[in-house]
């Protein structure tokens, strides 16, 4: 079956320091990759997203992740976190045949430190 | 700027009462998705629907819940009778099939007392 996992939970950084956030999936077929985030309080809201060329993906406000396949990664990485990226953080898949359904990561939560 | 929208955004309710949450999906979107939101399991799929048919609601408890699109403007989302384990914030999601990008409503919060 399909799974996603973000091996950390919590992370806590200090203003300007490099962020990375692992994500791993299982599945054997091809599949679409994506980061979200959700600010406090606020809904889940695309940060970048993966489906085919490149592997090293850049989304909004300086986020970048980077799909290895022979790893079934795709880490989230920032060189220099801001207070304001304070939110949690989703990696999710989806398989580019058959239903199409989306799978999410539990989710890891970045606090920020002024 | 399209957006999913949900009503209503805050519900407070009796344990045992009827619960109905409403979204409406961006225009021309023609894959619904509800999830579940709580601080212990996490964002958990409820159900999905494309093209208003039900493709997959395994993650839904069907003795008291139940999803419906009734027309592709409106998914609604049920719970009858409701339990106080039901609070969790329920978001709801549009997108494209093949696999485009979900977007998602701002979320009912649900509390059951």
């Known amino acids: 079956a399909q799974s996603v996992s973000q091996h950390n939970h919590h992370v806590i950084l200090s203003e300007a320091a490099s962020l990375e956030l692992g994500c791993n999936y299982s599945?054997?077929?091809?599949?679409?990759l994506f980061w979200y985030v959700q600010y406090p309080g606020q809904h889940l809201q695309l940060l970048l997203k993966?489906?085919?060329?490149?592997?090293l993906v850049k989304g909004i406000k300086g986020f970048e992740a980077e799909f290895i396949k022979s790893k079934f990664s795709f880490n989230l990485r920032k060189p220099s976190v801001q207070w304001s990226d304070t939110a949690e953080y989703f990696c999710?898949?989806?398989?580019?045949?058959?239903?199409?359904?989306?799978?999410f990561g539990t989710g890891t939560r970045l606090k920020v430190l002024a | 700027d399209a957006r999913v929208t949900q009503t209503p955004r805050h519900k407070v309710t009796e344990m045992g009462q009827e619960v109905t949450m409403r979204c409406q999906p961006i225009?021309?979107?023609?894959?619904v998705f509800w999830y579940r939101q709580t601080m212990m399991q996490g964002l958990e799929l409820l159900a999905y629907?494309?093209?208003?048919?039900?493709?997959?609601d395994s993650g839904m408890p069907k003795d008291r819940f139940s999803a419906e699109m009734p027309d592709a403007t409106l998914a609604t989302l049920k719970i009858q009778p409701s339990e106080p384990r039901d609070s969790a914030v329920y978001f709801c999601?549009?997108?494209?099939?093949?696999?485009?990008?979900?977007?998602f409503g701002p979320g009912t919060r649900l509390t059951v007392l």
């Open positions: 999601a549009s997108g494209l099939v093949r696999a485009d990008t979900q977007y």
């Open positions: 599945y054997g077929g091809t599949v679409n």
């Open positions: 993966y489906f085919s060329g490149d592997p």
């Open positions: 999710a898949v989806n398989a580019r045949t058959g239903t199409y359904k989306y799978i």
């Open positions: 225009l021309g979107h023609n894959t």
């Open positions: 629907f494309r093209n208003r048919a039900p493709l997959d």
